[in-house]
């Protein structure tokens, strides 16, 4: 018999109710409960609900065979909003609903189970959150040789000139291409002299992003905006590019690491 079946025969049984009453109550035809234990059909979500409303026992229970009663009334906010979209729903679909919920709480209870003696240890004798030690991961990187991108007056960045740098995987965002010496003030409080400026190789930027490019001679870490290329520390006054300048756009900047010179 199944297992829901089986704790609707001990609800009928222990309520002192026959299953012909327990129809009653549901309204549906008589022998319905019959025809659920000798496994013809299963009840419906709708019905489910309407069993766990008559024994004021919860769907966990009724669902799984978790030991609670809960009122309904007693029920969060979320859990009546989840109550009030799920009724909303076709029939099938609140019973294939409810074997996705079923089957999660199995998965969820089932991971529970892998590691009880790393859980007792974390939350029963654990006062304070503890670390666990890996080893550290390092990644290498192309690095802008020699050349410093300008965040003041600006020199030109050679694109074919890089050093292989390795970094801890961790300093590194994972979209970054190569990575870039900031040279100058001119990106202060943000981007320092020294530190190394992660880019991301793209043609398409938009307003607001921090981007480095090369205008005419000189190169840059800047801000595009729609009144130029704006420097955070305002003691720099914007670079205004005209059509006659030559630009490269290299990319922009997804991040940075304080890896000071030397």
């Not at 300008?150 to 960045?157: P, R, T, V, Y």
């Amino acid at each position: 018999m199944d297992a829901i079946i089986e704790r609707i025969s001990k609800l009928i049984k222990e309520r002192k109710m026959t299953a012909n009453s327990l129809c009653a109550e549901l309204g549906i035809y008589k022998g319905a409960v019959t025809e659920w234990k000798n496994g013809k059909v299963k009840p419906s979500a709708e019905i489910l609900i309407g069993i766990s409303r008559i024994f004021n026992i919860s769907l966990d229970w009724l669902m799984l065979g978790e030991d609670k009663v809960i009122n309904l009334n007693d029920l969060a906010q979320y859990e009546l909003q989840l109550l009030k979209y799920f009724r909303q729903l076709p029939e099938n679909e609140k019973y294939r609903t409810l074997g996705n919920i079923e089957a999660k709480v199995e998965i969820y209870q089932e991971s529970k189970k892998e590691m009880p003696i790393l859980r007792k240890m974390f939350f029963e004798e654990k006062k304070e959150p503890f670390l666990v030690e890996t080893e550290t991961q390092y990644k290498e990187m192309n690095i802008a040789q020699g050349n410093f991108l300008a965040a003041g007056a600006g020199e030109i960045l050679q694109e074919e000139n890089f050093d292989k740098i390795t970094f801890p995987e961790i300093e590194v965002p994972e979209n970054a291409d190569f990575g870039v010496y900031v040279s100058g003030d001119s990106m202060e409080p943000e981007y320092f002299h020294g530190e190394i400026a992660w880019v991301k190789s793209t043609i398409f930027i938009n307003y607001g992003e921090v981007i480095a490019l090369a205008v005419n001679n000189n190169s840059y870490i800047k801000q595009y905006r729609d009144s130029g290329l704006i420097s955070f520390n305002p003691k720099y006054p914007p670079i205004v590019i005209n059509e006659n300048d030559y630009t490269h756009l290299f990319g922009k900047v997804v991040g940075k690491t304080s890896h000071h010179i030397k």
